[in-house]
């Protein structure tokens, strides 16, 4: 049974959004009972993975039967465990906030959306689980449409921002499809593992070089790497309410880790492909400050986080392409991290949308007497963005810090100085007029209209995962966070 | 044509792109003097040279898929959009959208 | 019985951290209660400053007691430690926390001041903090403490909630925050150079890395730690910050928060550098320079001041740098005479603000030129100003005195004796700007009627100056302050095993 939870976490959500609008179809309101009890079940399929190769080890699970090179492959190992983990984890969240203020008025197809959701999910935790690259452009393509058709659940600007980011990302998928065929071409694989071996064989030609480049702007694009980032701040900012949270937190995230996976597993020492992580790394540098930078020009909050992740986003990527452990390590964690408060805070954005109809900063006057325990959950996931201990973006930033001292990268030094600098001002703003400033003309009722418990459940508990992973810090970095570092590092 | 002002132009031109990338993989597959991957005669050795190879025909049907879906919700946002704005001119649509 | 005793005592440097924190949680549920509350402060500050002190005879016989660490990776840990210079700021900021309290009871009450129980909650918090970062036993411990400090007393600042109030704490904030990054990013280029290290008297990085990244590494430190200390051109956030009620001024802007910055001047040149380190890249006299031009600045702007809360900002700044300067000078008679000037500034400050508060509450004045006569209507709190004032200026037999002498005398044994003229200068500064409230205030008549304030909130600062001729007659008296500095001072300049009560 065990080595099959490789597939199930991917089967498991699939085929429940295969099923769930059929039942929909008989019995609304055991749709989302069967929802939930999917991604529950995808959860405790995902935590069993990663007991399991913490403790026993990495093992390859063969599609169908069919030996690798010329089957696909899924590679259980920490990494991707652990952000099947993440995936899962954060999917059960959203789903259980998301069944707050879900729109009921769908009630013509009911169990869309959730069947929209788990094959989101599905997606998602494909791309984590596989090891054959043509795999990963069809889960890649799954979880964007399923991205796609939840972003417009409500009108208005939605419709076009998606439009725009369905043209930008399909784009981004053809270019990756486009250099995967050129891998292809040149080493007649599409496994992850025999394409690094086979390449290194191939040398160095253009076409390596092209094939190589075309995979990493491609995922580059979908992870919002600056200056391809373009589609991520109106997307975001229009997202539904229901959605804007998982998507927000965790899709850049997998194209991240997807580019990790490709530039130091299958390509790991390759000449092309450390050219690809120094560019990365300079774009990375110029995404940590851009970002913050553009945030602070925001006056809409959503708007703010956005670009917020921007430069998040460019943090990941130095740890990445600093070369030494501790920023690897750093790069890795504040995946993890990032996800967590990030998601915190665009669940605590769009419930106070969804409850007050506030998306400025300046409408936010006075929401800490109104929604108070939300606010909290935001303060204490905007310390951690800002990179004050003991959150776990501190720990992150940290050994970010040590793995630029190391590598002697005193412009990434003062970039991330400069950036939390920044991120300190756009966050106590709105910390500021939430906890300091009485409700004004922008906010006339002061009472107390904390979200329901359903959406409160979720931030809460991700404001405390935030606070937690930051003391717990050290058993995750050395018995998992270390495991999960590429073998020759 | 990504940079036309109509937004179904913009869309033709995604579809184009995914197109060529499918008949990119079709190329590979080709060999000079090559059948069809259909083995016919069970007795006979087989020579992989005389068959096209099979592999990225496959992929491709999936790759089509992709694209046809992709392409079908394009489509249906570009209805919405149209009956919501009452336009797909791109200059237009922004100035609707600030209001 | 006894092994569950010792282990107990053992962990006296965390309970004291955690006892304002127990407080700060509890508090809210007495929000309807203020007596409950303001009890619950008193009981808290009172059980900290008993356990604070009860560690003393340990320490002055040379034992540190330490708490248990929190592990971390790559040989980090949080780790609390009680030793001769962590107690002196511990105590001091122990002891004043407890007159504080009282004196806000009476300050906040007599002015019905909203949002009280928010007031004592942060101010607890903020004392958690002050002890954290006095008992840290590494840097990263003195880091988190430091940034908890300063988010815990942002509250406080923008407390009035007025458009100047939050000005002044957005002020703060971008300061504050602004240097503690750069605090980090020397803290962990001390990490990456020698990791897991501890503070260690007479410093820890000797020989490890080029002069020049020492150089680099110190700068970096000391831009990040001068915007607590106020070190010029860092000071701007602290006169804008006396827009906060008058106990936070007192408490948090004379002693904790700029204390907090110049004890880490202190911690830093003395435990981690180390004065033979910052004497071979000529670091000791950039910063002492950088130190007596804040101090004279700093006098000459005090002159300038209408205001008198600001007047006292600006001698708060230069008396913040008496201290950086005998941490720079480095020798065992500057390093005594500024670690006990922690102390002493500390309590003639208190007195000032204090007394400066209790003219606000009975009168309403708030300019020097404002308080014609009030010596004789409120004779017990200009009188204590007086006393204040005059110990800061450094006149013998009060506790300002004994610190400037002793830096004095080091500035002439490290060789430099152009620093004892800064001392003398900015001396007869401090005069030319206190003396003035004093003479008008006592020889003019006076257009107002007032008396003393109610005793909740004159006992505190009579207490206070009470102190100040204390320690300037006897200034081992009570709670041993300058045989701590001498020792803290000793194991700083000869290494851990060169302390010793003279």
Redesign the interface.
Known sequence: MTPHLAVLVVVIPLASSLVIPLVGIFSRRVVQTLALLAHVVTLVLALGMLGRVLTEGSWSYHLGGWMPPWGIEYVVDPLSAGMAVLISGMALLTMVYAAGCLDKGNSRHPGLSEALFLLLTAGLLGIVMTGDM?NL??FL?IS??AA??LL?SE???S??A??RY??VG??AA?LY??GT?YL??LTGT?NMADLGVRLSEAGDSMAVVAGVSLVVIGLAVKAAVFPLHGWLPDTYTYAPVAVVGFIGAVMTKVSAYALFRILFFVLDAQAVSGAAVTWLGWLAVVAIVAGSWMALAQTDVRRMLAYSSVGQMGFILIGFSLGNV?AMVGGLFHILNHAVMKGCLFLVAGGVRWRTGATTVNAYAGMGRRLPLSMAAFLVAA?SM?????TAGFFS??YL??G???ARAWVV?AA??VS??LS??YF?RVI?KA????PDEFNPASERTELPSVMLGPVVILALVVLLLGIL??PI??HFVMHALPPNV | MLASNHLLRKLMAMNIMQVGVIVFFIALAAKSGATAPVVVDVDQSIQASGYVNPLPHALMLTAIVVSVSTTGVALALLIRIQRRYGTLQETTLLERLKQ | MSSVMDQLLDQRPLIAVMISLVAAITMPLFSRHPNWREGCTLLAATLKLFVVASMLSAVLAGETPSSASILLPQGLSLHLRADPLGLVFALTAATLWVMTSLYSIGYMRAKEAPRQTGYYVAFALCLSATTGLAFAGNLLTFFVFYEVLTLSTYPLVVHTRTAEARSAGRRYLVYTIGGGQLLLAAIVWTQVVAPGAEFVPGGFLAGRTSDVAMAVGFAAFMLGLGVKTALMPLHGWLPAAMAAPTPVSALLHAVAVVKAGAFGVVRVTGFVFGVDVLRAINADVVLAVAASVTIVVASIRALGERNLKRRLAYSTIGQLSYIVLGSALGTVAALTGAIFHIAAHAFMKITLFFCAGAIHVQVQRDNVDELDGLGKQMPVTLGAFMIGACGLAGIPLLAGFVGKWQIGVGAVEAGYPVFVVVLVVSGLFNIAYFFPIISDAFLKSSPVVGTDARPVITAPFVFSAGIAIMLGLFPDAGFHFYSLARLAASTIVMGPNGGGLP
């Not at chain 1, 800002?386 to 003991?390: E, K, Y």
């Open positions: 043509f452009y069809v393509e964007s449409i796609y058709a417009t009108e208005g600007p419709l076009v998606t439009f369905l043209l399909t784009i053809s499809l486009l065929g292809y071409a599409l501790p310390l800002i990179g004050l201990p003991p930033k940290w810090l040590v630029a001292v190391e030094i991330i100085i939390s600098a300190a001002i106590f500021e906890f300091f400033h009485a810090n050290e970095v050395t």
